[in-house]
């Protein structure tokens, strides 16, 4: 599973207020609102406890503090604990933190300790992209592309499916396939047919896996994956809007999801 790295998580804010720029130009929505839409939650000032794990690949310069400053960009009241691990853990229950967030190297959750609720990162991240990509004001039809079907795009797709679009999927791993058309409903997509899609999900870990076959002049690409799989010159070529972020977008639907 890709690690995220220091590198990633610089320019944090920046990289959340131009992807909220295209985000509203493209849906008429923040990502406050699109959150807000999807789980009918708000969040109001409460007090996040962000505990750094060490197991594993261990602590990742800048992961910890990135969450803080996500929980100030969206009005928390958010603290680092002083340990990591059980002690940390501990310290921020010990200070009466109304949501935790910590991750180790296979997931990363949200947990409300006030009404018990827990979110991981790789559904709230295939959610809240599915949903920017699926209110794309210019979109043709209701058929959406998903590329890659792994923990991130799975969920995505579940999400498109539940909310009526025409899901049409990619993954190169037939299982895969396979269980998505069996258990969601997805339409095999064939990235060598001509079918031009106006929004698209991708979800996958490598770069270069949209083609000029599958993007319509006009298009949104809503793309968690790292590295960004929309190579440079289909985007210039084509008039796409495009939403990526490492991080701020998957943790701002993961507090909202336990809300
Ligand atoms: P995963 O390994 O579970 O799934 C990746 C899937 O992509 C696999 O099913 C694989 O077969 C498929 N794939 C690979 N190449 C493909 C191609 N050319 N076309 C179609 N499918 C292809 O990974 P994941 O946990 O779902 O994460 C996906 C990406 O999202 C990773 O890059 C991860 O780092 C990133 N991510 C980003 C955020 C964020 O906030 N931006 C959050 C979580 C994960
Ligand atoms: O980046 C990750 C993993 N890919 C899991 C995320 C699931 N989408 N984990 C972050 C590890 C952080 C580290 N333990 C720390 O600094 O606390």
Request: glycine share 8%; aromatic share 6%; proline share 5%.
């Amino acid at each position: 599973m890709a690690l995220l790295t220091p590198q990633d998580l610089e320019g944090l804010t920046k990289q959340l207020e131009c992807n909220n720029n295209t985000i509203k130009k493209a849906t008429g929505m923040d990502i406050a609102d699109i959150c807000k839409q999807i789980y009918g939650t708000t969040l109001d000032g409460e007090k996040v406890g962000i505990v750094p794990i060490t197991s594993g690949n261990g602590i990742i310069t800048n992961f910890s503090s990135s969450l803080l400053t996500i929980t100030e960009y969206f009005g928390l009241d958010g603290a680092v604990t002083e340990h990591p691990d059980v002690t940390g853990y501990y310290e921020a229950v010990s200070s009466d933190a109304d949501i935790i967030l910590m991750a180790d190297d296979h997931i990363f959750i949200a947990h409300n300790m006030k009404n018990g609720k827990i979110a991981t990162n790789h559904v709230c991240t295939g959610v809240v992209y599915a949903e920017i990509a699926s209110r794309y004001k210019y979109a043709d039809s209701k058929d959406i592309l998903v590329i890659g079907l792994g923990r991130v795009g799975y969920a995505g797709a579940q999400h498109l499916v539940k909310r009526d679009f025409d899901v049409y999927a990619y993954d190169p791993d037939r299982e895969t396939m396979e269980k998505a058309r069996k258990e969601l409903g997805i339409i095999p997509y064939d990235p060598e047919e001509e079918h031009k899609f106006s929004m698209v999900l991708e979800a996958t870990p490598n770069p270069n896996t949209i083609s000029e076959g599958m993007v319509a002049e006009r298009c949104l690409v809503s793309t968690p994956g790292i590295p960004c799989g929309l190579p440079e010159d289909i985007g210039e070529r084509n008039e796409i809007d495009l939403v990526m972020e490492p991080l701020m977008i998957g943790v701002a639907s993961m507090l909202y999801a336990v809300m």
